[in-house]
């Protein structure tokens, strides 16, 4: 079955860096693209961006520009978001979910991230 | 940008009756192929959101009959009919006409 399986939470000190991964599985990895969603505590969903699964080329939501990159190991079906020099309010969760002519069906689990001195 | 307004329930809604979302967009989602393109999604408590419902109005695979989209240009319906306490959760639209695709703020759905 279609399945997004995310690492696991995080724990993080301001200016530190984090890498989340999102291993997907039951499907051809790059028929579809790969989107990444922000979701601070108790807030709504954020849209950060996503990637191209098959030419590796990411698109940045502007608030996503500079700290935030979005990569792939393809041949192990995984994308990654990696955000560096970790601010407060980069505490959330992390989701990945897949697309493919605008359905954004699969999501994963999502992936507590905590930034705390 | 295009801005994502959705409306709120009267909560809480009795278990059995219809209850319908609202939202709508600074601009209007309809693509050069016709195609408007609004995604519904519910995310229940401690889940990851589930797709209800994609180009306004086409259910997504295995979402119960119970939820319809309609609506078109720049104002959209969620209809749930004869809600049942698993809806129980927060609704988001999303428009995906043009990046950076946006989400809504969330209309809380609770049952009685």
């Known amino acids: 079955q279609i399945q997004l399986v995310q690492s696991g939470p995080e724990l993080k000190k301001p200016g530190e860096s984090v890498k989340i991964s999102c291993k997907a599985s039951g499907y051809t990895f790059t028929d579809y693209a790969m989107h990444w969603v922000k979701q601070a505590p108790g807030k709504g969903l954020k849209w950060m961006g996503w990637i191209n699964t098959y030419t590796g080329k990411p698109t940045y939501a502007d608030d996503f520009k500079g700290r935030f990159v979005f990569s792939l190991e393809a041949s192990a079906s995984t994308a990654n978001l990696q955000i560096s020099n970790l601010k407060n309010e980069d505490t959330a969760t992390y989701f990945c979910?897949?697309?493919?002519?605008?359905?954004?069906?699969?999501w994963g689990q999502g992936v507590m991230v905590t930034v705390s001195s | 940008d295009i801005v994502m307004t959705q409306g709120a329930l009267p909560n809480p809604v009795p278990s059995g009756e219809s209850a319908s979302i609202t939202c709508r967009s600074s601009k209007s989602l309809v693509y050069k192929d016709g195609k408007t393109y609004l995604n519904w999604f519910l995310q229940r408590p401690g889940q990851s959101p589930q797709l209800l419902t994609y180009w306004t109005s086409t259910r997504a695979s295995g979402v119960s009959e119970r939820f319809s989209g309609s609506g078109s240009g720049t104002y959209f319906t969620l209809k749930i009919s004869r809600v049942r306490a698993e809806d129980a959760g927060v609704y988001y639209c999303q428009q995906v006409r043009e990046y950076p695709y946006t989400f809504g703020a969330g209309t809380k759905l609770e049952l009685k």
């Open positions: 979910a897949r697309e493919i002519t605008t359905r954004v069906d699969y």
